[in-house]
């Protein structure tokens, strides 16, 4: 029997967007949402069998941290009385800044110890794993374009993503300008629940997401670049608006951020495919054509506050290494 298992899996940008839940406590979301894989932007990480029984062990870039979370998707892999594991993990981009660390970190957590655990699930049924970890994680298991779907089942088992279509059905790029390298101030985990709990339009963001669903599948499987820009900067700017409408306003952006997003606005209205979206954090990802990909990077390296800009491709789901 193997004694460690190794999974790469890149990030992933929703373009229509998660958030807030059905059941926190099974971490169902509210309403599905869909996006793309990105490929060079990645998490590798190992679960290897811990030569001590004690309890789990997380490391992530080499530092150790709180194991509970990643011990909670472990246990719905493994054995009951199990054997405990290390798991090191490492991101090649900064964590815990609206880069979506956390859905390609459980992403790879779940196919490398569903292999070293012996456990046969497609990737349909490790996203049922992978969520529970991540609500955006299990949208990492597929490449391409992805579809989370919020299902209606108590449990959640009919709460699984959906592989859409891979990456070369439409080759886009995505160019992101990072503002701020330092973690948010305030997680998406936590400021969804905020969102729910506090804002007035809570209820009318999620009702709006269904359709927003439909519009970005037909849009993809068109082809139609400005269909799917229009739904997609209409879904986040919706999510940040239903947050900045909490109590106390979630305000995830800076100046840098706004300046970025009315430098897509201006090079879209000038002719360049190129659109929009933003996370629980201060960058903005721009996602284009990939002609356009070096006038959109030339573009907002220039804007004052932007730290650095990184440019990817589409990718392949999470797999083993
Ligand atoms: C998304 N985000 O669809 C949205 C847009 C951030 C903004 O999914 O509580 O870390 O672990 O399920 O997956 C980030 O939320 O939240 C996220 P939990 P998660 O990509």
């Given at each position: 029997m193997a004694t460690s298992a190794t999974a790469r899996a890149g990030a992933n940008i929703a373009l229509v967007k998660y958030w807030g839940k059905r059941d926190a406590r099974l971490n169902l979301p509210a309403a599905g949402s869909l996006s793309i894989t990105l490929a060079a932007l990645e998490t590798v990480t190992t679960v290897s069998l811990a030569p001590e029984p004690a309890a789990d062990e997380f490391f992530l870039q080499g530092r150790a941290e709180d194991a509970a979370p990643v011990t909670r998707v472990l246990d719905l892999l493994r054995p009951p009385a199990g054997p405990r594991c290390r798991v090191d993990s490492a991101n090649n981009f900064p964590t815990g800044a609206g880069l979506a660390s956390s859905a390609s970190g459980y992403?790879?957590?779940?196919?490398?110890?569903?292999?070293?655990?012996?456990?046969?699930?497609?990737a349909r049924e490790?996203?049922?794993?992978?969520?529970?970890?991540?609500?955006?994680?299990?949208?990492?298991?597929?490449?391409?374009?992805?579809?989370?779907?919020?299902?209606?089942l108590p449990g959640g088992e009919d709460c699984h993503a959906?592989?859409?279509?891979?990456?070369?059905?439409?080759?886009?790029e995505v160019v992101v300008a990072i503002t701020d390298r330092g973690p948010?101030?305030?997680?998406?985990?936590?400021?969804?629940?905020?969102?729910?709990?506090?804002?007035?339009?809570?209820?009318a963001w999620v009702d709006t997401v269904p359709g927003d669903l439909a519009l970005a599948r037909e849009a993809i499987a068109r082809r139609d670049f400005e269909a799917l820009a229009a739904v997609a900067e209409s879904s986040a700017l919706k999510m940040h608006a239903s947050a900045l409408a909490a109590s106390p306003g979630l305000l995830y952006w800076n100046?840098?951020?706004?300046?970025?997003?009315?430098?897509?606005?201006?090079?879209?209205?000038?002719?360049t495919p190129v659109f929009f979206t933003i996370d629980a954090g201060p960058q903005?990802?721009?996602?284009?054509?990939?002609?356009a990909a070096g006038r959109v990077a030339t573009m907002l390296t220039a804007i004052n506050g932007v730290r650095e800009v990184l440019r990817t491709p589409l990718g392949p789901g999470a797999r083993l290494v």
């Open positions: 992403a790879a957590l779940v196919v490398a110890a569903a292999h070293l655990f012996g456990v046969e699930l497609g490790l996203s049922v794993i992978a969520r529970q970890g991540s609500g955006s994680a299990a949208r990492s298991l597929f490449g391409g374009f992805c579809q989370m779907h919020a299902g209606e959906e592989g859409l279509f891979e990456a070369s059905h439409w080759p886009l948010k101030a305030v997680s998406s985990r936590d400021g969804m629940n905020l969102t729910m709990a506090t804002s007035p339009y809570y209820r100046a840098a951020t706004m300046a970025c997003l009315h430098a897509v606005r201006q090079l879209r209205a000038d002719g903005v990802k721009a996602v284009c054509l990939p002609e």
